[in-house]
């Protein structure tokens, strides 16, 4: 079992700066991949962007990139989405997701966290 615990998210202005945080323990050495994913009101979860533990290999949706910054603390088991440039379009609910690979689809991944609320004012 892994247990992800997300924190970070709030309510900040258009052009503002967040950084999400999720911790992970238990078994963390069974999966191999952390990624991100945001559920917007009356929307499907989407894929954010991911990080391979085992390397600097980063992934992103073309939606964020530019602006979101996925990075891992291999000592902390951490792992950390900076979002500058934000958008209102960017809010959601934010959830971190642990596998054993890098997936862009949500099903493919076996644990999840319980998710931190973002809204971007405009």
């Known amino acids: 079992q892994v247990q992800l615990v997300e924190s970070g998210g709030g309510l900040v202005q258009a052009g503002g700066s967040l950084r999400l945080s999720c911790a992970a323990s238990g078994r963390t050495f069974s999966n191999s991949a952390m990624g991100w994913f945001r559920q917007a009101p009356g929307k499907e979860r989407e894929f954010v962007a991911a990080i391979k533990w085992s390397s600097r290999n980063t992934y992103y949706a073309d939606s964020v990139k530019g602006r979101f910054t996925i990075s891992r603390d291999n000592v902390e088991n951490t792992v950390y989405l900076q979002m500058s440039s934000l958008k209102p379009e960017d809010t959601a609910i934010y959830y971190c997701?642990?596998?054993?690979?890098?997936?862009?689809?949500?099903?493919?991944?076996?644990?999840w966290g319980q998710g931190t609320q973002v809204t971007v004012s405009s």
């Open positions: 997701a642990a596998g054993t690979k890098v997936y862009y689809s949500d099903s493919l991944y076996d644990y």
